[in-house]
């Protein structure tokens, strides 16, 4: 079975992100990259599956500018077999991804197709559903575990009261949660050898999927300052506080 | 010879995952290294797996063929976690790997090369109970006995003794001081070597988790192919080809380790109040960053530049140096004052900042104090400066004389 993994190039999480001063974006000028965490995830999950025996391949592909390489590179040093890089500079919004992970999807024909749910700079949540919906996949969302068993595969779900557990047919689109697993890191023989493995690129067009922005962001701000809160000793001293100086109760 | 290293792109990507490894990985792990007073197995065997001990080794003998340059910015990084993680790697990355690369035969390169990327732990025993600074006075002895050599002796202060499989034992195959200390010869000796003992870890200042100990030898026969190079008298010589590199390294823990050191200084000014205020308000606080911001850049400069010119090949032993007394004086310096930022609580060993204090302490003692550094600088300096002087007036005296030889010649 192969299984398809997407991959994007955000804002390192250990960055301070800053807003553009003309309120246009985040400034990503000069700016530590790195995989999106929950891809990472995604990429472990599939490269252990290989390790079982159960995946035979593992494709890794990533939309966005000539830099997102990197975490191709990445991925295939973290023992994913072939890169697809989806080249464009524009700021593809999550349906242009799905659309362009769809034309990916009939490509490559995978058996099991893995995402992170989310990724951390728009935090959208959406990539994974809407391409499941394109594809008329089943799909499980935010999977804390993973068991692939002949033509099905069941996964754990973090749901907001629990763990759900589904059982889908495959081909079928997972997202991971964070604590599917603990991704390894890349060895440096691993990213020596990883230059040697495919890596193909195709344009948005070759795909035949128009990503002009469908969305026009008005502003970005940084969020209200918050002053830092207090310790309270007591629940009395709480509720006092509560009513006569928030004077909320 | 000019030396490109590993693939530039290469070393980018590992860079950032050695980044990600200290944050996500040897920091949280600090607290058990020092409760331990070791790192932890499973550590060291991730730093193996990915591949932190054959980072200098060239690919045909297993490693990644890192420069010097490359390796050094390795070396920073990894040192913005405990010295302890740096200690466990550096003696087979520097050192060890440097040695048998410059001065082994073929034969010893491919034993013991491929063994060493793959995390066979090495140290290094050069300083004795008796010889520090004055390393070539040291006493133990070797003793051809047909095919085998017999060493006797002691070594003192050894890092990684206590956990290593290989030493490189320095010793002496003449009794008798030669020129260009070729009385001192070098051996690689297993150290499950019969007649080899490792004394108890020795309790340090700081560093906790780093282990260093006595190695006694007692009759250790090892055979002739364990003389490094095959011949005698070549040891002093490969213990110096090491040592830029080693310095290089110990100016880089003290630039990476004089990072994570004035980051926990600002962190803390900025929370701490005094007079009403967060004392990174106070422009006397504030001179405190900034002359350590200033110094720890100084430091990178250096060694942006010393590591450049080794990797095209030039001498590089006066700019190690420098670099090494440098960097390793302004850790302290940046120590100290980030023990000041703290006020009193800068004193208590519930902060970092006390043991930042007592961590880089021996950066100014081992692999050369600083008055060895100054010595060897000042006397680099002198005959660099003094030597044009003398060629020019040796030059004008050598015109003198065959001016006339050849009149001379011409009037015969
Ligand atoms: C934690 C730690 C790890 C170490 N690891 C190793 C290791 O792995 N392998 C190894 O071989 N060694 C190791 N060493 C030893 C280290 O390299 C020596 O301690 C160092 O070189 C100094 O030698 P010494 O201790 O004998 O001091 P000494 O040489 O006795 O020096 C004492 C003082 O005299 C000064 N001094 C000496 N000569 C002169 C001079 N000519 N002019 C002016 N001042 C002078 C010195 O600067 C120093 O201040 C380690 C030491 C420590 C503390």
């Excluded at chain 1, 009939?106 to 949540?125: M, Y």
């Excluded at chain 1, 890596?199 to 970005?220: F, H, I, M, Q, Y």
């Excluded at chain 1, 701000?221 to 709480?238: D, Q, Y």
């Excluded at chain 2, 930022?341 to 004193?347: L, R």
Aim: glycine share 8%; charged share 25%; net charge neutral.
């Amino acid at each position: 079975m192969k299984v398809l993994v997407a991959v994007k190039r955000v804002i390192d999480y250990n960055v301070k992100a800053r807003v553009k001063a003309d309120q246009t974006g985040v400034d990503l000028s000069n700016v530590k990259m790195a995989m999106n965490p929950f891809c990472e995830i995604a990429v472990e999950e599939a490269v252990r599956l290989k390790e079982r025996g159960v995946a035979t391949e593992v494709v890794v592909v990533s939309i966005g500018p000539k830099a997102a390489q990197e975490q191709i590179r990445t991925a295939l040093a973290l023992g994913a077999d072939k890169g697809v890089h989806v080249e464009t500079d524009v700021e593809v919004e999550a349906l242009a991804v799905a659309k362009l992970l769809k034309a990916v999807v009939e490509k490559e024909q995978p058996g099991l197709i893995i995402l992170g749910k989310q990724s951390i700079d728009t935090d959208n949540n959406q990539t994974g559903q809407m391409l499941a919906a394109l594809c008329g996949y089943g799909q499980a969302t935010f999977a804390s575990e993973v068991t692939v068993s002949g033509d099905k595969v069941e996964v754990t779900r973090e749901v907001d009261g629990g763990l759900r557990t589904v059982a889908l047919k495959l081909p079928a689109i997972v997202t991971t949660d964070l604590r599917l697993n603990e991704p390894r890191y890349a060895s440096l023989p691993n990213i020596m050898k990883a230059k040697k493995k495919p890596l193909e690129t195709v344009s948005p067009a070759d795909l035949g999927v128009d990503v002009t922005p469908r969305l026009k962001t008005l502003k970005v701000v940084e969020p209200a300052k918050r002053s830092a809160g207090i310790k309270v000793a007591s629940v009395e001293e709480l509720v006092s506080k509560l009513k006569n100086e928030a004077k909320v109760i | 010879m000019e030396s490109n290293g590993l693939h530039q792109a290469d070393f980018d990507l590992f860079i950032k995952q050695v980044q990600k490894y200290v944050l996500e990985q040897l920091v949280p792990c600090e607290k058990e290294v020092f409760e331990l007073n070791r790192v932890p197995e499973h550590i060291i065997i991730e730093m193996k797996e990915m591949g932190m001990f054959g980072v200098t080794t060239p690919e045909k003998y297993g490693g990644s063929g890192m420069n010097i340059s490359q390796y050094i910015q390795f070396i920073e990084e990894i040192s913005w976690a405990a010295p302890a993680f740096r200690a466990i790697l550096s003696i087979n990355t520097g050192m060890m790997t440097t040695a048998i690369l410059k001065c082994g035969t073929e034969e010893q390169r491919v034993e013991w090369l491929p063994r060493l990327a793959a995390g066979e732990i090495a140290c290094f025993g050069l300083t004795e109970p008796d010889s520090g600074s004055d390393a070539a006075a040291l006493a133990t002895r070797a003793v051809a006995d047909g095919d085998e050599y017999v060493i006797n002796g002691s070594k003192r202060y050894i890092t990684n003794a206590p956990l290593a499989d290989v030493a490189l034992i320095m010793a002496r195959t003449s009794s008798t001081n030669l020129a260009k200390h070729g009385h001192i010869s070098a051996f690689l000796v297993p150290m499950s070597t019969s007649g080899v003992t490792v004394g108890k870890p020795d309790r340090k200042m700081g560093q906790a988790g780093a282990q260093i100990a006595d190695i006694i030898l007692d009759d250790v026969r090892v055979p002739r192919s364990a003389l490094l190079g095959g011949v005698e008298g070549r040891g002093f010589m490969a213990a110096m080809q090491s040592i830029d590199s080693g310095r290089f390294s110990v100016a880089a823990i003290s630039t990476g380790y004089a990072k994570r050191i004035l980051a926990s200084g600002l962190r803390y000014s900025m929370e701490r109040k005094a007079f009403g205020e967060t004392i990174s308000n106070f422009q006397l606080i504030q001179a405190m960053l900034a002359d350590s911001n200033a110094e720890i850049y100084a430091a990178e400069c250096m060694l942006r530049d010393g590591t450049a010119k080794a990797d095209r090949g030039q001498r590089v032993t006066t700019e190690a140096a420098c670099a090494k007394m440098f960097a390793s004086e302004m850790c302290g310096r940046v120590a100290d004052r980030v023990v000041q930022i703290h006020g009193g609580a800068g004193y208590l060993a519930e902060y970092d900042a006390e043991r930042f204090y007592r961590d880089v302490r021996v950066f100014r003692i081992y692999e050369g104090t600083t008055q060895i550094m100054q010595l060897l600088i000042a006397k680099a300096y002198a005959s660099r400066v003094l030597r044009p002087v003398l060629t020019r007036d040796s030059y004008i005296q050598s015109r003198r004389i065959t001016k006339p030889d050849r009149k001379w010649q011409v009037f015969k």
